[in-house]
């Protein structure tokens, strides 16, 4: 069974700062999916970013960019210039790339507040 | 475009009872997933629902049983309620073929039992 870390519980950051949320986690197989997603007080997930374990290149969507070490199974994601509409609850998120598992795996979560 | 809707919002049982929780899927999806969100953790996967079966579950018991109607709309139901099925219940849809792209998230039901 795959099981996700995030290891911190909360992060707080500055309006217009950056912020790093580290995930690591642990599986036996090489091909898979990772997920950022965001859950605000709306209580609504929300895909932030994603990423294919077979791709070499870090994904990037706007202010929000990854960190992926496949060896060290560490999937880090980053938001730059951070905005007070960025504050939420963020889960990193796991699933197989084998064709009969569709479950997503979530970490226990990181509550990032934004300071004005 | 809708995206995926579930009711009802808030719901409170009594220990024992039965409910039934419902979701609508986004608009061209036919896959549904549902989730158990205690307070404070991430999301656990209880099933998923496909073609109108369930092809995939997670480790809950048969007290959890879910059914996917033929417009794809699913529907969770609980019986015998414990005080620890307190949670959010978070519904999710995809298309079969586009699962690696990520699902879609309802805002999902609160349910409390007392």
């Known amino acids: 069974a795959q099981t996700v870390t995030q290891s911190q519980p909360e992060m707080s950051v500055q309006e217009a700062e950056t912020v790093t949320l580290s995930c690591t986690y642990d599986?036996?197989?090489?091909?898979?999916?990772l997920f950022w997603y965001k859950q605000p007080p709306s209580r609504q997930m929300i895909l932030v970013i994603r990423q294919e374990a077979y791709k070499q290149q870090n994904a990037t969507e706007n202010r929000f960019s990854v960190n992926f070490q496949k060896a060290a199974k560490s999937f880090s994601l980053k938001i730059s210039d951070s905005q007070l509409g960025d504050a939420a609850m963020y889960f990193c998120?796991?699933?197989?790339?084998?064709?009969?598992?569709?479950?997503?795996?979530f970490g226990a979560g990181t509550t990032v507040t934004v300071r004005a | 475009d809708a995206g995926v809707t579930q009711s009802p919002t808030h719901l409170i049982k009594t220990r024992g009872q039965q409910v039934t929780l419902r979701c609508s899927p986004k608009s061209g999806h036919d896959t549904v997933s549902w989730y158990q969100q205690a307070l404070g953790q991430g999301p656990q996967f209880i099933f998923q629902?496909?073609?109108?079966?369930?092809?995939q579950r997670g480790n809950f018991p048969d007290r959890f049983s879910g059914h996917q109607f033929p417009n794809y709309s699913s529907e969770l139901n609980v019986n015998a309620l414990l005080l620890g099925d307190s949670a959010l219940y978070l519904c999710?849809?995809?298309?079969?073929?586009?699962?690696?792209?990520?699902?879609?998230f309802g805002s999902g039901t609160r349910l409390t039992v007392v």
């Open positions: 999710a849809s995809s298309l079969v073929r586009g699962q690696g792209y990520g699902y879609t």
């Open positions: 629902y496909y073609e109108e079966e369930e092809r």
């Open positions: 998120a796991y699933r197989s790339a084998f064709i009969n598992d569709y479950k997503l795996s």
């Open positions: 599986t036996s197989e090489s091909d898979y999916y």
